[in-house]
T-cell receptor
């Protein structure tokens, strides 16, 4: 089935450690996104990428890094510089295309990765 | 002013009721509108997608977009306990660009 796979679902990290969250999609989407979701807050954009080997910072990029070496993969690294990394992280993807075209504009999400810093 | 405003609720209704969820927005360039259902500790699931204005119906769900008022709605008919979740609205101006989200409305359907 087509979709977005995030791993791991749950991750525990000690302070000072970097961790990498995996995101793989087989929807053939060009654009991929990472969001952070905290209780009582909306989704906040960390990074997004519209094409391989290119990505842009979102609203809360500090303390995070990404890479886009393959179209289907967009891993997120939470570095030790991120002061408050405990959160629910969501990866998403969407197609690029002509406005109003079939199957364009929709954003699909993975099941999320919950990171807890001990 | 936030790009997208959504009443966080919580909203509690009896089983079988019609539920109305709403979002307002400020950016007239938005033309893609989505509603998501999110269960606790799960990723958001796309329920409805609408391009530009108008209505769209899918089973018990109806999405409405009123671009002149910058207002979108999701109606759930014959609500079920399994509809209990947080509902997020989202919108964007162009494909592949940034998406803007409401903070979500928490809905509980009581059997």
């Amino acid at each position: 089935d087509g979709g977005i796979t995030q791993s791991p679902k749950y991750l525990f990290r000690k302070e000072g450690q970097n961790v990498t969250l995996s995101c793989e999609q087989n929807l053939n989407h060009d654009a991929m996104y990472w969001y952070r979701q905290d209780p009582g807050q909306g989704l906040r954009l960390i990074y997004y990428s519209q094409i391989v080997n290119d990505f842009q910072k979102g609203d809360i990029a500090e303390g995070y890094s990404v890479s886009r070496e393959k179209k289907e993969s967009f891993p997120l690294t939470v570095t030790s510089a991120q002061k408050n990394p405990t959160a629910f992280y969501l990866c998403a993807s969407s197609a690029l295309g002509l406005a109003g075209g079939a199957n364009t504009g929709e954003l699909f999400f993975g099941e999320g990765s919950r990171l807890t810093v001990l | 002013q936030k790009e997208v405003e959504q009443d966080p609720g919580p909203l509690s209704v009896p089983e079988g009721a019609i539920v109305s969820l709403n979002c307002t927005y400020s950016n007239s360039a938005f033309q893609y509108f989505m509603w998501y259902r999110q269960y606790s500790r799960k990723g958001p699931e796309l329920l409805m997608y609408t391009y530009s204005s108008g209505n769209k119906e899918d089973g018990r769900f109806t999405a409405q977009v009123d671009k002149s008022s910058k207002y979108i709605s999701l109606f759930i008919r014959d609500s079920q306990p399994s509809d209990s979740a947080t509902y997020l609205c989202a919108m964007s101006a162009n494909t592949g660009n940034q998406f803007y989200f409401g903070t979500g409305t928490s809905l509980t359907v009581i059997p």
